[in-house]
């Protein structure tokens, strides 16, 4: 069997998590299969790596800050072949050039065009464990560039699609995916299986486990996922097409408390509005979430979205700068509010899902402010102090307690 | 004109000194004149990585080390690169991959086989400031290399050689190649202009100014160097094949303490004895300097000889190792030693230079221990403690004070 398995910053970030990670990738390969370990940079170390930059350069320029930043995975990789080393087993770490990870040119946030598996395959061959930078690549020029966040998910999907690798295990400091989030809602059950659908809408929604370009890529090539724990050895979740357990109403809850709310008032209502003011925010790279158009009074209308509240300060400098062209009264955000959202394969059959939920709301007292919908998910915009008691009661509404 | 210039670790330790090293650079740019810059690894950086390797694996696989340090000269070119963004000059950063610098395949101690100059005659020609990770290479396996002591000086050497360069820089921290060190000989005068061969004399007996490999690639090549100061703007020394100014009968007066002698009493006085003895030393990697051999009691004989403090256990272990083989009666070892030597192209055509030594040293009761010579240099060894006195007489009896 060929395996790839993915370590974040926390699993290396120092000489004991090194050691740990190098005797569990040990195990697989003395059961005799092929093993590809694919790592991010150690801790918090990319962040030092940024802050160095900086310091000498406040705004350096995208080429040089991912020649910078690569060495982090690089640090990484030749470490743990290292480690391995001291475990007798054979171990070669490669980086981006070596494998030859072939990326769009754009830097900070280029996307895998091609794998090259020559090199890794010869090296497999040779009975050796292959340790590969995460996060990095190279573009047509011979330039590294970084794949943004996510990065490392992204490379050992890739790696595995381009292998055909039998599973890519991605290794995270929880022990896979809940129903919700346990910290939150103590009755949260681990799910055995889920579907690259609902975890797309779960990493969307801030589960947070897996990133959804890496969920993207591993249903597009069908390559299964392994979420497991790097702490212990329980058997953590496999995404896949097509779950073979029962199917579930609902796999999980999610919580969104980084959302915020703006409010544009008094637009005019003519046609061209909406394009106009969404242009303006995805000219900035703003991503919008949930969107409700209302009417409002003397023939406007209003239109409330979310946004993360890291672009909130643009968002609203972006519109304020375009006022006159959007031709609104009024701009308003509310960063007291909380997504919610239920996701599951199962409610596209079941029309009565919303408004069981919406039910459940109503017990607890809870107001939504907005509702938004897709085919496996209902997201509804809450009061943020109301987030964790909505859970909660959603959480127990649909039965996803052991 | 094109000019490579070459920083050591010290010359970029930190932010202020990058900073000054990008200024620097500026300059013969802004006056039109096409730039390469090649850096060491930052500071001590070098050590923390081989500390940060040993700490995992007590002897971590060459091949992985060097993966590990090339970390160290990519983070001062990308640096570099961003400090040159902030002085508004177009500049790039490449390592050894980016550049293709081939090299033999033996890690820790590579040689420059090759180095592609179409990426950076092709930056060049777009009038950036080519800044080139030095030490490191690339071998026929696509495996990173490091090109052992003085690496960086060898790739400025072997760049401009490649790039047909008008010149090359070194910069360190002393301004130029004095008669003497002057911090042991107050005296000691600058030289402006000295040849290949006595640069080599001077490197290799310790001078410390410029790495051998260095010097002997600029000579096989004709590459005019200057060793210049970072700090300030005087105008260094040029080292090249036939110096235009009057030729001294020396050139300058150099002290190495580092040496210890090693003693082989009592070896049997047959053929092939110092073959023997050499070839165990050689197999170790052990550098053997001034050799002595003298004719001992009943048909024995003693060879002495000096190595570095830092190889003198690894001596004696293989000699101790060997003592059946060689046959030889006792070893003793001596680190109160230093070799003195004196070096100039002038004294081929002049016979009383070594008896002038000699004398000057028999004037301050120096005792001399052992002599070696060459064509253009006479090297003694006397005690430790004589050192700096001995050197000081030998320099004022050439006149080599301004």
Chains 1, 2 share one sequence.
């Not at 968002?315 to 997504?339: F, H, V």
Request: proline content about 2%; hydrophobic content about 40%.
């Amino acid at each position: 069997m060929l395996i790839v398995k993915k370590f974040g910053g926390t699993s290396v970030a120092n000489k004991e998590r090194i050691m740990n990670v190098a005797r569990r990738c040990t195990e697989d390969y003395k059961a005799g299969h092929d093993v590809v370990v694919v790592l991010s940079a150690m801790g918090k170390y990319t962040d030092e790596l940024i802050a160095m930059a900086e310091d000498i350069n406040e705004k350096p320029p995208r080429r040089e800050l991912d020649m910078l930043l690569t060495l982090g995975e690089q640090m990484s990789v030749a470490l743990m072949a290292m480690a391995l080393d001291t475990l007798k087993v054979p171990a070669i770490s490669l980086n981006a050039f070596q494998v030859s990870m072939h990326t769009t040119s754009v830097h900070g946030n280029a996307r895998l065009k091609r794998i090259d598996t020559e090199r890794i395959q010869r090296e497999l061959e040779n009975r050796k464990i292959v340790v590969v930078t995460g996060f990095q690549g190279v573009n047509k020029y011979d330039d590294y560039t970084t794949l943004g966040r996510g990065g490392s998910d992204t490379t050992a999907v890739a790696l595995a699609a381009a292998l055909h690798a039998d599973v890519c295990e991605i290794f995270t400091d929880v022990d896979g995916v809940y129903t919700a989030d346990p910290r939150l809602v103590p009755t949260a059950r681990k799910l055995s299986e889920i579907s690259y659908d609902e975890m797309l809408d779960l990493a969307t929604l801030g589960a947070g486990v897996l990133h959804n370009r890496s969920v993207e890529l591993a249903k597009k090539y069908g390559v299964p996922l392994v979420v497991r724990s790097s702490l212990n050895n329980s058997e953590g979740t496999v995404v896949k097409e097509e779950p073979t357990v029962e199917r579930m109403l609902i796999s999980g809850v999610a919580l969104d408390t980084k959302a915020v709310r703006i409010a544009v008032i008094g637009l005019q209502d003519v046609p061209g509005t909406a394009f106009k003011l969404f242009d303006v925010l995805a000219k900035r790279n703003i991503n919008v979430d949930v969107i409700l158009q209302s009417i409002g009074r003397n023939g406007t209308k209003d239109i409330s979205f979310t946004v993360d509240d890291k672009d909130l300060d643009e968002a609203i400098a972006a519109l304020d700068e375009n006022r006159q062209r959007l031709g609104y009264k009024e701009l308003q955000s509310d960063r007291n509010i909380a997504k919610l959202s239920i996701v599951g394969a199962g409610m596209m059959s079941n029309p009565g899902v919303a408004a069981r939920m919406f039910e459940s709301l109503y017990n607890e007292n809870v107001n939504i402010n907005m509702i938004s919908t897709s085919e496996i998910r209902v997201t509804v915009l809450i009061n943020e102090q109301d987030g964790v008691k909505a859970m909660n009661a959603v959480h127990d509404a649909f039965k996803l307690a052991d």
